[in-house]
């Protein structure tokens, strides 16, 4: 074997010998608790005014008199206002960032 080989096959054996070790690693890390919100409830990513819509309706069946950006509990959010099938006019606020529901309320 010449130094060339010998080289490349001792530096193969500490990239492998490395990836190993992550991979083992990572295996031994403790569990993540558990979530008290699904993950498929909550977007990862910023949502639309539509997909507000989507959500509130989702919720609160009834016709949209209105949906723009407000602030609410110190958050960027997507305010919905709804007239609902169920007699009551109600403000459903999530989070633009998010997809979380911020607040609701119904009157």
Known sequence: ??????????????IASSLAGTTFAADTKPAAPAAAVPVAAVPAR???KEQAVEM????????VTKAYQDTKKGKQTWEVKINGTDGKKWEVHYE???????????K
């Not at 074997?1 to 500490?14: E, H, I, Q």
């Not at 509130?56 to 016709?63: I, N, Q, V």
């Not at 633009?96 to 119904?106: D, F, N, P, Q, R």
């Open 56 to 63: 509130a309706l989702k919720a609160h069946p009834g016709e």
């Open 46 to 48: 910023e949502i639309t």
């Open 1 to 14: 074997m010449n130094k060339s080989t010998a080289f490349c096959s001792a530096a193969l054996l500490v």
């Open 96 to 106: 633009i960032k998010t997809g979380a529901l911020v607040s609701e309320e119904g």
